[in-house]
């Protein structure tokens, strides 16, 4: 294996989209951001200089970080961040992962425009468990706001209302052709008679989204860095923080083809509408050629959705093998959802707050890995609530029980724990799917459901055989997801909702894992250049 350097000057660079220019932050002036490309069992180190006059972090999404927590990313809970004019070196192992994940800054709303693609390629001479592709392009889908971004959380914030919807969607970087304005767009260029494998991330700040290609199928073969058992589908469902890789396989003949992101959103909210095109362009056809489009699915359609989540199967062959724990140690029932609490000098006199269990997630000053390795007290707690503080029942009609109490509470795990963790939508306010993301872990979705989960009947149905393993998993709306992960790495991970917003809001908790016994189980000691807060 070898040992990769990047280097990330974080810099402003003036950017046009949608008629109009305006600073924003990239990673080497580009957005989106370079791609990291390793293999299996690589070493990689970053050094990200901060140019900007924002606090910064990145992440390194899926990637699992086997005791070196430290270089994980989110601030204040694994880093302090790094300050302008400061860098810092993230320095991990890809260990036991190969496929598409993704990095993004972790601190404020800055991953809008500071992120990337990390294509981790199987050890040498270990082939796909597909046939190998002609070749492989990036897909980064996206959001874009005409206004500054930081300012559009922080009024939300002021007011305790909803912050504004984005202006566009983006595959990689560009909404589309845009009536009245010049405008360049993602091309993919092919050749007839072969396959091609898209690795496509939901980069977006706050939507799920529909990807579709007019005229051609998709064979989905990996979602989060994990192999999948192959499945055709014309459409992909996709939330942010999610990676899907679909085979495509071009026909004998000619033109060009419109490829499309469009928003999934089941809750009744403004989103943003507009869908982001590109061109599928096979060789030989004019430019001047008609494009053929495609239809998108109604931004409601949770059927759609719901087929496609459903289909999803780990490959679980002799070489990868699905290793769901079946012995658990903590059952855990987690409600999600929003809810509203008391603030004088809001717009109603109240804002939205989002939680777990009813705790409103406040980050702390300095970061808990920090304070867990140097025993810090004051900083955590560690008495999480495993279940909810009244038992839950969802009715389908407005909960009562909005109020949310403030905390930075931790779950504790020893070493090699086993976990199931129940994720409950409440439906508070308005039900709506939540994208909840582990750091540190994969884990296996062995169930799911609509409605109230049962724990006497539900568990029966779980799929521990070939569930699928990711790092993401969409709650659906109204109902409920089961996950099982083994807890092999300590350190301090963070679990929250991948909708930014919803982050902001406090639908965030993490779990602490104390060290094992063994020589390999312990978190190795922070870097010398980690960050000072
Ligand atoms: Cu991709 Cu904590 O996030």
Redesign the pocket.
């Known amino acids: 294996c070898m040992v990769r350097h990047y280097k990330f000057n974080v810099v402003l660079k003036n950017t046009t989209r949608l008629c109009s220019t305006k600073p924003i932050v990239t990673v080497n002036g580009r957005y989106p951001g370079p791609t990291l490309v390793a293999r299996e069992d690589d070493t990689i180190l970053v050094k990200v200089v901060n140019h900007v006059k924002y606090n910064l972090s990145i992440?390194w999404?899926?990637i699992r970080q086997i005791r070196t927590g430290w270089a994980d990313?989110?601030a204040y809970i694994t880093q302090c961040p790094i300050q302008p004019g400061q860098n810092y070196v993230y320095n991990f192992t890809l260990t036991g992962q190969r496929g598409t994940l993704?990095y993004?800054a972790?601190i404020l709303w800055l991953?809008a425009t500071v992120h990337g693609a990390i294509v981790i390629l199987p050890k040498r001479d270990v082939p796909y468990p597909f046939p190998k592709p002609h070749k492989e392009e990036i897909v980064v889908l996206g959001e874009w706001w005409k206004s500054d971004v930081e300012a559009v959380i922080n009024e939300a914030l002021k007011s305790g209302l909803a912050p504004n919807v984005s202006d566009a969607h983006t595959i990689n970087g560009h909404p589309g052709p845009v009536p009245g304005c010049p405008s360049k767009w993602y091309t993919l260029p092919v050749k007839p008679g072969k396959t091609y494998m898209l690795r496509i991330i939901n980069a977006a700040l706050n939507e799920e989204l529909f990807f579709k290609i007019a005229g051609h199928q998709l064979t989905v073969v990996e979602v989060d860095a994990t192999y999948v058992k192959p499945f055709k589908t014309d459409t992909i469902v996709i939330a942010?923080?999610q990676t899907t890789n679909v085979l495509v396989t071009t026909h004998r003949g000619g033109g060009k083809y419109m490829v499309a992101a469009s928003p999934f959103m089941d809750a009744p909210i403004a989103i943003d509408n507009v869908t982001a095109t590109a061109t599928l362009h096979y060789s030989g056809s004019l430019t001047s050629a008609a494009t053929t489009l495609t239809s998108t699915p109604p931004k409601n359609a949770t059927s759609v959705a719901t087929n496609f989540i459903s289909s999803l199967r780990s490959l679980n062959s002799k070489q990868y093998p699905a290793n769901v724990p079946l012995k658990i140690d903590h059952s855990l029932l987690f409600t999600v959802g929003l809810g509203i609490n008391p603030c004088p000098t809001c717009v109603n006199g109240s804002r939205v707050v989002a939680s777990i269990n009813n705790v409103t997630f406040v980050m702390p000053k300095i970061s808990l890995l920090q304070a867990h390795f140097f025993n810090i007290s004051g900083v955590f707690t560690s008495d999480f609530p495993g279940n909810p503080p009244v038992s839950f029942n969802y009715t389908s009609t407005q909960v009562t029980n909005f109020a949310t109490k403030q905390g930075t509470r931790l779950y504790r795990l020893a070493y090699n724990d086993t976990v199931q963790l129940v994720l409950q939508d409440t439906g508070m306010i308005t039900p709506e799917n939540h994208p909840l993301?582990l750091?540190g872990f994969n884990f296996f979705e062995v169930g799911r459901g609509l409605g109230n989960f049962n724990p006497k009947e539900d568990p029966k149905k779980f799929n521990l055989v070939d569930p699928v393993e990711r790092n993401?998993i969409g709650v659906p709306s109204g109902g409920w997801t089961a996950i099982r992960f083994r807890a092999d790495n300590p350190g301090v991970w963070?679990m929250?909702c991948?909708l930014e917003v919803h982050?902001t809001w406090g639908l965030k908790m993490a779990f602490v894992v104390d060290n094992g016994e063994g020589p390999n189980e312990s978190l190795l000691p922070p870097p010398s250049d980690f960050p000072k807060c």
């Open positions: 992440h999404h899926g990313g989110p993704w993004h972790h991953r942010p923080g993301h750091h993401t963070f929250h991948h982050t």
